[in-house]
């Protein structure tokens, strides 16, 4: 990119993206109701597709990854339950984050922290 200041061109080098082919490996924790954390949970995603991650036979996490404008990462995550056949959103937290890095979010007893595998 080429960006004038002082009447002169300056040339600003953008770093290549750590993320490639729209896939990212994470793996990480989990934490659910009651303070159970389950440790080691490794899964795939696919950049803009909504993957499943099972946590128990009635809990599981849905995370979609986006890459941003701006090359940053936004990750909109539920945590969803079976209650009487009907899908119940139990917390729907979504950060940003640098890509290539490791992110984490809690919200009240639903949270994770994830660690992207290179």
Request: aromatic fraction near 6%; charge should be neutral.
């Given at each position: 990119?080429?960006?004038?200041?002082?009447?002169?061109?300056?040339?600003?080098?953008?770093?290549?993206?750590?993320?490639?082919?729209?896939?990212?490996?994470v793996e990480?924790?989990?934490?659910?109701?009651?303070?159970?954390?389950?440790?080691?949970?490794?899964?795939?995603?696919?950049?803009?597709?909504?993957?499943?991650?099972?946590?128990?036979?009635?809990?599981?996490?849905?995370?979609?990854?986006?890459?941003?404008?701006?090359?940053?990462?936004?990750?909109?995550?539920?945590?969803?339950?079976?209650?009487?056949?009907?899908?119940?959103?139990?917390?729907?937290?979504?950060?940003v984050a640098?890509?290539?890095?490791?992110?984490?979010?809690?919200?009240?007893?639903?949270?994770?922290?994830?660690?992207?595998?290179?």
């Amino acid at each position: 990119m080429t960006v004038q200041k002082d009447g002169r061109d300056l040339e600003i080098r953008l770093k290549e993206s750590k993320i490639k082919d729209g896939k990212l490996t994470v793996e990480g924790t989990v934490s659910v109701v009651n303070g159970q954390k389950i440790e080691g949970v490794r899964v795939s995603l696919f950049i803009g597709e909504e993957s499943f991650i099972p946590l128990s036979e009635s809990v599981r996490l849905a995370i979609t990854p986006t890459r941003m404008a701006d090359g940053n990462m936004k990750y909109a995550a539920k945590f969803i339950t079976i209650t009487e056949g009907k899908e119940v959103i139990l917390a729907s937290p979504t950060l940003v984050a640098l890509p290539g890095q490791p992110f984490a979010i809690q919200v009240g007893e639903y949270g994770y922290k994830f660690v992207p595998q290179l």
